[in-house]
């Protein structure tokens, strides 16, 4: 079965770190644009960061960029989301999305997603 998961959710305490993967089974994700998305609750989903085919480039949202920072790991068939500094606001479920660019076109694949929880 073609799908993505991910790893490396949990709970943190605020100014933490966490380093989410996500992972492709039967999917070859150097051969993809990768993304992650949260969504928290009540509110709607939110990108978050994308990487490239070739891993030139990352975006970030505003919200996340120089303390969240996004890579490949082609030996692994991963995409790996540093979080550091993490807020209360990061609190959300984090999910991974394949398709062929950052910029445009449908998301072909989805992962379940992830639990992020920053609290005291």
């Known amino acids: 079965q073609l799908q993505l998961v991910e790893s490396g959710g949990g709970s943190v305490q605020p100014g933490g770190s966490l380093i989410l993967s996500c992972a492709g089974s039967?999917?070859?994700?150097?051969?993809?644009?990768i993304a992650w998305f949260r969504q928290a609750p009540g509110k709607e989903r939110e990108g978050v960061s994308c990487?490239?085919?070739?891993?030139?480039?990352?975006n970030y949202a505003a919200s996340v960029k120089g303390r969240f920072t996004i890579s490949r790991d082609k030996s692994k068939n991963t995409v790996d989301l540093q979080m550091e500094s993490l807020k209360p606001e990061d609190t959300a479920v984090y999910s991974c999305?394949?398709?062929?660019?950052?910029?445009?076109?449908?998301?072909?694949?989805w992962g379940q997603g992830t639990q992020v929880t920053v609290s005291a």
């Open positions: 039967g999917i070859t994700l150097a051969n993809y644009a």
């Open positions: 990487i490239s085919i070739s891993g030139d480039l990352g």
């Open positions: 999305a394949a398709r062929y660019s950052c910029y445009g076109g449908s998301w072909e694949y």
